[in-house]
């Protein structure tokens, strides 16, 4: 259900990831191999068109120049050794020795999905949205290591592809699906530009992960982007990552986020929008948004007690709450 890319409708951010452990039992992610292969006649196209066409040919010259020529790469998951769990919904890499980049379809599918549940969720005026979404974001953590393949973002609420039926739905989620893969491709371009070597941790990676984020947000800014979907990225990424990756998401990063978008918001209104001064308080509302996400990144005692929370409500019981709370 992709829309046209639009690089000027108006209206993540990820890890160079390294491996981790293998766990003894794999476990099982949202959509099978052969749902997979069956959207990359619709992702795989979209995914390259923004990559080259929105993203590289609007560079200009000094932040195209240091990339040479990179590969996007997009396998139905990332391959063993270069991701986390195969589950993990969020796996974007790059590689900056080669000068790839991998965006497996599995995140492509499930982020889209993930949008068209937050469109939804805002156009119902459900109550405590973002608590539910956060809820799900739990729950996926935890399934799939027992043989059953959790839900897809829309099937968990009981949901399926014909919300995007609602013009507001269709035209929300089109717009934060595609402003976040700009931001994701863009964040691995960074890491590609600054040099960055695999396998950092700590402090260290961290410096990578704030050098990558300024990288593309200086990439929108450029070309004028608008980062709408960012805060919801960073809040489910904050959530999901605890325990999944070798560099979890940081407060100091999500905040150093914040600040860039803080620093110019009018860059980042695309030259087509007529009153451009009209988005900037939409913009500063996304860096609010942003820093309520860093509890989550920085308190592992508040993602546990979600974590307990979660635990005593399964897929069903969101079906439940969303039928209850969130009514046509």
């Known amino acids: 259900m992709i829309g046209r890319r639009s690089l000027f409708g108006g209206c993540c951010a990820l890890i160079l990831l390294a491996a981790l452990p293998a766990r003894a039992e794999p476990r099982l992610g949202p959509y099978t191999t052969n749902e997979l292969e069956a959207a990359r006649a619709e992702y795989e196209p979209y995914l390259r068109g923004v990559f080259g066409g929105d993203l590289l040919a609007r560079l200009p010259p000094t932040m195209r120049a240091p990339l040479g020529e990179v590969q ?3 396998p139905t ?19 900056p020795a080669a000068r790839q980049i991998y965006f497996p379809l599995r995140t492509a599918v499930w982020l889209e999905e993930y949008f068209a549940l937050t469109a939804h969720l805002e156009r119902r005026k459900c109550p405590d949205r973002l608590t539910i979404m956060l809820m799900y974001d739990v729950m996926l953590t935890r399934s799939g290591g027992d043989g059953v393949r959790p839900p897809g ?8 592809k014909s919300v995007y039926g609602d013009a507001y739905v269709k035209d929300l989620s089109d717009k934060l699906f595609a402003d976040t893969v700009f ?30 984020d300024a990288y593309a947000l200086d990439a929108m800014a450029t070309i004028g982007e608008f980062p709408l ?18 560099h979890p998401l940081s407060g100091s990063r999500i905040d150093a986020a914040a600040r860039a978008l803080e620093a110019r918001p009018r860059a980042f209104v695309g030259p087509s929008e007529t009153n451009p001064d009209a988005w900037v308080p939409r913009l500063l509302d996304v860096a609010r948004q942003l820093r309520l996400a860093i509890p989550l990144a920085d308190n592992a005692q508040h993602r546990a007690e979600m974590l307990e929370t979660a635990g005593r409500i399964n897929f069903a019981g969101l079906r439940t709450i969303h039928e209850k709370f969130c009514p046509p």
């Open 72 to 74: 996007l790469k997009i």
């Open 77 to 95: 998951e990332m391959p063993a050794g270069l991701g986390t769990d195969p589950a993990f919904v969020l796996n974007v890499g790059a590689v």
């Open 153 to 160: 973002p829309l099937g968990a609420f009981g949901l399926d």
């Open 183 to 212: 931001f994701l491709l863009a964040h691995e371009l960074g890491h590609i530009a600054r040099g960055h070597a695999g396998g950092a941790t700590g402090i260290h990676s961290q410096i990578q992960e704030r050098e990558a």
């Open 229 to 246: 979907g960012l805060a919801y990225f960073f809040t489910a990424a904050a959530m999901m990552e605890g325990g999944q990756t070798t």
